[in-house]
């Protein structure tokens, strides 16, 4: 997980008014729960789309593509192929693989893959939902690489703090709380050198959080190496976020509202807030690969993704007006180092 700046409060805000509501369950396949519950009954399809080929992000944050259609089209994925990160898509279409849609995340590469001729620029006018989407959510880093289209805005998360409010009987005020003595053994933090560093760097009070230079990400460093004991768990999926809390490990997490909405639906106390730095805003994308099989159906994905009735599913999430939009940092591999640095000598548990 992982662009280069920080947008003004007031775009942000306009950003929100299209984030959707919250994950939906199937995310990918990759073992991970993205949903916020039962699912409803869908009524007979009227419309089916493809067989597509998905390359898609590993991680409870990246929709199933069928929960972003409306009720009444099916889309029919022949074959889903997951990577870790921004890297691994990268070289999996470097190598020769074959997608329809690539879904990834605007803290990811795809404005990498646009520059490197892995992405296809977009067609807009065979998407006309696009016209629809708020300014701000269609100038996300990755979605236009020097004045052309690669990839479209599909769903949008914030990430803030979930407690345990039978165990903890002050509420966090901030992401400082993830990082205070009191919270010694007691939190689950994302294993992602991204979102993790840039959670840190909030509570340092950087408004900028992927725009650190080389002192700033050391001090960062240095937060989460002195406070190392705080964290119980670094997690990558629902199940071991759950099993954290359900041990009574952790009673405090780095995580969304929709993540809190699932562990609730299992039975634990949890509650979340934004915090005092307005959260951590990350959103998926969606883009057509330059080696494309069937590029019609992805355009076809494209446009029932962007369709009236499949955005019906878009709110204003007021409560997120004063989130900072999580970005891919300029120098990705010191990042990952840093973040290698800050886990030692824990290793990432709880799954």
Request: with cysteine; glycine share 10%.
């Amino acid at each position: 997980m992982s662009a280069r700046g920080s947008p003004t409060r007031s775009t942000v805000a306009m950003l929100v008014a299209t984030v959707i509501a919250g994950l939906l369950a199937g995310a990918c396949g990759s073992g991970r729960d993205g949903g916020q519950g039962v699912a409803p009954s869908r009524p007979a399809a009227t419309q089916t789309i493809g067989p597509l080929t998905a390359l898609t992000l590993a991680d409870q944050r990246v929709p199933a593509l069928a929960s972003l259609l409306a009720p009444a089209i099916t889309v029919v994925v022949q074959r889903r192929i997951s990577f870790a990160d921004g890297d691994g898509a990268v070289t999996a279409l470097q190598r020769g693989r074959r997608a329809d849609v690539l879904v990834t995340c605007s803290d990811e590469y795809p404005a990498d893959l646009a520059r490197a001729g892995l992405l296809q620029p977009l067609d807009t006018q065979r998407l006309p939902g696009l016209l629809r989407v708020v300014p701000a959510m269609r100038s996300l880093p990755g979605t236009t690489v020097d004045g052309r289209v690669y990839a479209v805005p599909l769903e949008a998360g914030v990430v803030g703090i979930v407690y345990d409010h039978t165990a903890v009987k002050r509420p966090p005020a901030s992401f400082r709380a993830l990082f205070s003595r009191s919270a010694t053994g007691q939190v689950a933090m994302i294993d992602s050198p991204a979102l993790g560093l840039q959670i840190g760097a909030l509570a340092l009070g950087y408004r900028a959080p992927a725009a650190l230079n080389e002192v700033q990400l050391l001090q960062v460093t240095v937060l989460y190496e002195n406070r190392r004991g705080n964290f119980g768990v670094f997690w990558r999926r629902r199940p071991g976020l759950l099993r954290a809390f359900r041990s009574g490990k952790v009673t405090l997490a780095a995580a969304t509202e929709s993540d809190a909405t699932w562990l609730r639906a299992h039975g634990v106390p949890v509650r979340f807030i934004r915090g005092a730095e307005g959260g951590l805003l990350w959103a998926c994308l969606a883009g057509i690969p330059a080696n494309a099989p069937h590029p019609d159906a992805a355009y076809a994905f494209l446009a029932a993704a962007l369709s009236p009735a499949a955005q019906g599913a878009l709110s204003t999430t007021a409560a997120a007006h004063d989130a900072v939009v999580a970005l891919q940092p300029e120098d990705s591999a010191a990042w990952l180092i840093a973040w290698t640095k800050a886990k030692e000598p824990l290793r990432p548990g709880g799954g």
